[in-house]
C-alpha cells in the first residue's frame, strides 16, 4: 500500500515540525524587521496605511474588518497613523457619525519605500495556497491550539505587535 501524503514518516518527530514552525516565524520576523528599517514603521501599521490606500474613505470597523484585527486594534492603528501625519480622517455621511480615512501624501511616501508584500509574508503566502491545503492547515492548526489551552482572542492581534 502507499504511503499516505499526509503520514508523517515514522522517523519524524515532533522537532521537524517545531523547526518548520521556526522557519515561518522568523521568516515573518525578517520581513517585519525589513519593513521597519526601510519605512520606519511597524509591519500593521504599513498594511493599514496600504489598506486605506486601496480603499479611501474606509472606515476603522472596515479596516478592522480587512485586517482581521480587534476594532480597538484597528482604532489604535489609525490614531497613531493620524497623529504621525500618515491618514487624515474626516466625518463623513449624512449623521456625521463615520470617520472616513484617507492616505495622506507622507503616507504614499511610505508606501513606495516599503518592501513588499505590504500585508505582510505570511498573509501573501497564505493566500497564494488553493483551497483543500488552506483547509487542511486551519484543521490541523485547530487541533494544535486546542492542544495549547490558549485563548483564541489572540488570534486578533497582529503578529507585528505581538
Do not use: C
Request: proline share 7%; aromatic share 4%; no cysteine.
Amino acid at each position: 500500500m502507499p504511503p499516505d501524503s499526509l503520514t508523517l514518516p515514522k522517523d519524524a518527530p515532533p522537532q521537524r515540525v517545531l523547526r518548520q514552525f521556526r522557519i515561518v516565524f522568523n521568516a515573518v520576523k525578517t520581513h517585519f524587521r525589513q519593513l521597519e528599517r526601510e519605512s520606519g514603521l511597524g509591519g500593521a501599521q504599513v498594511w493599514a496605511l496600504s489598506v486605506i490606500d486601496s480603499q479611501p474613505g474606509i472606515g476603522a470597523t472596515s479596516l478592522a474588518r480587512a485586517l482581521d484585527i480587534h476594532q480597538s486594534t484597528a482604532s489604535n492603528l489609525v490614531r497613531g497613523l493620524v497623529e504621525r501625519g500618515y491618514v487624515g480622517a474626516a466625518r463623513e455621511g449624512s449623521d456625521r457619525r463615520s470617520v472616513a480615512l484617507r492616505i495622506l501624501p507622507p503616507g504614499k511616501e511610505i508606501l513606495l519605500r516599503a518592501p513588499a508584500p505590504l500585508a505582510g509574508v505570511l498573509p501573501n503566502a497564505l493566500a497564494s495556497l488553493d483551497d483543500e491545503t488552506l483547509l487542511r492547515l486551519e484543521h490541523d492548526l485547530a487541533r494544535l491550539i486546542a492542544q495549547l489551552d490558549t485563548d483564541e482572542s489572540a488570534g486578533k492581534i497582529p503578529l507585528a505587535q505581538s
